[in-house]
């Protein structure tokens, strides 16, 4: 992890994989500052086009990448 910053998972995931942020602005043409934001603010979405470009400019399962960012939600338990 960065030193002094904020990471979110697509973040770590990066960080983890040793991914760098300018080569995947290049592969898959989404901006460097979107990318930043995505990795740094937590409540920016990451779009569904986004996430499979980026999961194959990681080299890493559309479906796999998906179940990391967003294995926190959780339904809303029936109340009958």
């Known amino acids: 992890m960065k030193k002094g910053k904020y990471r979110t998972k697509l973040g770590s995931i990066f960080d ?21 934001d995505l990795c740094t603010k937590e409540l920016v979405r990451i779009k569904a086009d986004e ?23 959780k339904l809303v338990k029936d109340k009958t």
């Open 16 to 36: 983890e994989r040793s991914v760098n942020q300018s080569d995947v602005s290049k592969r898959t043409k989404i901006g460097k500052n979107r990318l930043t």
């Open 51 to 73: 996430l499979y470009l980026i999961s194959l400019a990681i080299k890493m399962d559309p479906c796999h990448l998906l179940e990391e960012l967003c294995s926190d939600n």
